[in-house]
């Protein structure tokens, strides 16, 4: 069944086991190979990443879309590397 990207804007996302991780903020394609690369989720679960960062998440990760999204991967914690760093500089 085709979707129109504009379907995936604004929808939650849940891990399987309902946990939820966040909203999707926007959608990364590729172009080239005409699919969907990424979704890009905002407002995430402080408890699934570290300081409710701004995550892409592989499409290849998404189970099923609908009224929700669930995810049939998601780490226990997200951790953001190198933005110590970058202060730092």
Same mark, same amino acid.
């Not at 085709?2 to 903020?25: C, H, K, S």
């Not at 172009?31 to 592989?58: C, F, H, K, Q």
């Given at each position: 069944?085709a979707? !129109?990207? @504009? !379907?995936?804007? +604004? /929808?939650?996302?849940y @891990?399987r086991?309902?946990? #939820?991780v966040g909203? =999707?903020? +926007? =959608?990364?394609? +590729? ?7 990424s979704?890009?989720? @905002? %407002? @995430? %679960?402080?408890e /699934?990443?570290? +300081?409710?960062?701004d &995550?892409? =998440?592989? #499409?290849r990760?998404v189970? $099923? $879309?609908?009224d929700?999204? &669930?995810l049939s #991967?998601f780490?226990e914690? =997200? ?6 760093? $970058? !202060? !730092?500089?």
């Amino acid at each position: 069944m085709a979707r !129109e990207v @504009t !379907e995936f804007l +604004n /929808l939650p996302a849940y @891990t399987r086991d309902g946990i #939820y991780v966040g909203d =999707v903020r +926007n =959608v990364a394609l +590729n172009t080239e190979e005409r699919r969907v690369d990424s979704l890009i989720i @905002t %407002n @995430t %679960n402080s408890e /699934l990443v570290e +300081n409710s960062a701004d &995550i892409g =998440v592989p #499409y290849r990760w998404v189970s $099923a $879309a609908g009224d929700i999204i &669930i995810l049939s #991967y998601f780490p226990e914690k =997200v951790s953001i590397e190198g933005e110590e760093e $970058a !202060e !730092e500089e």
